[in-house]
């Protein structure tokens, strides 16, 4: 039995059912191990913990290239996979509550933003590191930003999508711009268009990320469960 059809929520095993899903289109793999292309993201799942999904896993990976995982339990792979690195992740579940309007100050601009966005993007996502991002993660989603003074300040977009729910990803200002709102705004903006499609919007953190966990709390989402974050890497 695989462990997505044990799962008791989709969510459990989220990059699973993203890639059997919304994302199916860009799932490299089969039914043993499934990954995101390198340039989309780094994410990748296996059905089950079995030394056969492993080892599928590991056919999708090039030599030292690097994988992250999110798990209910931590995990052990077999061959030629090692850990590098794992952590817990907190998955908290909205909708964002609060007044949906766009309010920041008059001199700045909320505008989606597309594939010729996608230097400043990068720019802004490696200055300030809220998560991987690479140069077709924009397909995965919309994605939002904010301009101001001729410069992108802040984005948020979406990224991981399954049957009903929608991941929200990317959350960051620019540190000239912070204490403007922007985040806040951005997160409003990007779960008020997932709730209009009839889904629920989500999000991961850090555990440990207190700033951002306090944002996304006062913004209604709440704690749904931990998850285990493991970063795998093959060797040969």
Not at 110 to 139: C, Y
Not at 164 to 192: K, M, N, Q, W
Not at 193 to 202: A, K, L, M, W
Request: with cysteine; glycine share 8%; aromatic share 8%.
């Amino acid at each position: 039995m695989t462990q997505h059809q044990t799962s008791s929520h989709p969510l459990d095993h989220v990059i699973w059912a993203s890639l059997t899903t919304q994302h199916r289109s860009f799932a490299q793999g089969d039914d043993r191990a499934r990954r995101y292309p390198a340039a989309v993201a780094p994410f990748a799942a296996v059905a089950d913990n079995s030394t056969a999904s492993f080892e599928a896993l590991a056919q999708l990976l090039e030599p030292d290239e690097q994988l992250i995982l999110f798990t209910v339990d931590e995990v052990t792979p077999t061959g030629n996979l090692e850990v590098v690195q794992t952590m817990d992740i907190d998955q908290m579940i909205g909708p964002a509550t609060g007044d949906t309007e766009f309010r920041t100050d008059t001199s700045a601009q909320l505008v989606q933003l597309g594939t010729n966005d996608v230097a400043d993007m990068t720019a802004l996502i490696r200055l300030t590191n809220p998560g991987p991002f690479g140069t077709r993660t924009i397909e995965l989603g919309k994605f939002f930003g904010v301009r101001a003074d001729g410069r992108l300040a802040a984005v948020t977009g979406e990224r991981m999508h399954l049957d009903g729910f929608t991941e929200i990803t990317a959350v960051c200002a620019h540190p000239d711009y912070r204490g403007r709102g922007y985040p806040r705004d951005l997160i409003r903006a990007v779960s008020r268009d997932i709730v209009n499609r009839g889904e629920t919007p989500f999000l991961h953190v850090y555990r440990g990320n207190a700033p951002a966990v306090g944002l996304y709390t006062k913004l209604g989402f709440r704690l749904r469960r931990t998850l285990r974050l493991t970063m795998l890497r093959r060797t040969s």
